[in-house]
T-cell receptor
Framework: GQNIDQPTEMTATEGAIVQINCTYQ??????LFWYQQHAGEAPTFLSY??LDGLEEKGRFSSFLSRSKGYSYLLLKELQMKDSASYLC??????????WGAGTKLIIKP | GAVVSQHPSRVICKSGTSVKIECRSL??????MFWYRQFPKKSLMLMAT?????????EQGVEKDKFLINHASLTLSTLTVTSAHPEDSSFYIC?????????????FGPGTRLTVL
């Protein structure tokens, strides 16, 4: 079966750095997305990785290792507004999006 | 970025009634749209893929006669929850990839929160 694993919840301090991991086992791989979702709102796009390596975009970076079936989202200089759920999603060989359950990130002052 | 709208944002209805939710791509054409539902503290669950000009493709376990999907034009897809029951209460979200494929970035509508009394 297809499976995406993320931690259920993480807590970090304002101004700090946090890394949210995502491991996947899917039938084929055609890219991995990270989305941010605030409570009661729709997800918004953060990043897309299809090749191995680190993609940096401002305070957010995303890393992919296809051989390990692993990705992480790195958030730097955390702000209170970063409190949200972070969803990892993989595009499989049929170009279907497989969603993880999301990681709820709690930022404390 | 591309904009997807959804209407209504919130609806409360009585058990047994039908509710229609609209999803529109405002500044691009969407040959494909996706409909999701999300229960509290759970991930998105794909219900169906809406295809302009053809029948929707439903995921396993989703009743096509209960969740009617119509992709009337390149910018509009509708989801009708027929004979709604309290267990249908959920957050319904549509998305559209401007490129038409799931491996493109998805733009999500703001979601519709359905409460069935």
């Amino acid at each position: 079966g297809q499976n995406i694993d993320q931690p259920t919840e993480m807590t970090a301090t304002e101004g700090a750095i946090v890394q949210i991991n995502c491991t996947y086992q899917t039938s084929g791989f055609n890219g991995l997305f990270w989305y941010q979702q605030h409570a009661g709102e729709a997800p918004t796009f953060l990043s897309y990785n299809v090749l191995d390596g680190l993609e940096e975009k401002g305070r957010f970076s995303s890393f992919l290792s296809r051989s390990k079936g692993y990705s992480y989202l790195l958030l730097k200089e955390l702000q209170m507004k970063d409190s949200a759920s972070y969803l990892c999603a993989v595009v499989d060989s049929n170009y279907q999006l497989i969603w993880g359950a999301g990681t709820k990130l709690i930022i404390k002052p | 970025g591309a904009v997807v709208s959804q209407h209504p944002s919130r609806v409360i209805c009585k058990s047994g009634t039908s509710v229609k939710i609209e999803c529109r791509s405002l500044d691009f054409q969407a040959t494909t749209m996706f409909w999701y539902r999300q229960f509290p503290k759970k991930s998105l669950m794909l219900m169906a893929t809406s295809n302009e000009g053809s029948k929707a493709t439903y995921e396993q376990g989703v009743e096509k006669d209960k969740f009617l999907i119509n992709h009337a034009s390149l910018t509009l897809s509708t989801l009708t929850v027929t004979s709604a029951h309290p267990e249908d209460s959920s957050f319904y979200i549509c998305s559209a990839p401007p490129g038409g494929d799931a491996h493109n970035e998805q733009f999500f509508g703001p979601g519709t929160r359905l409460t069935v009394l």
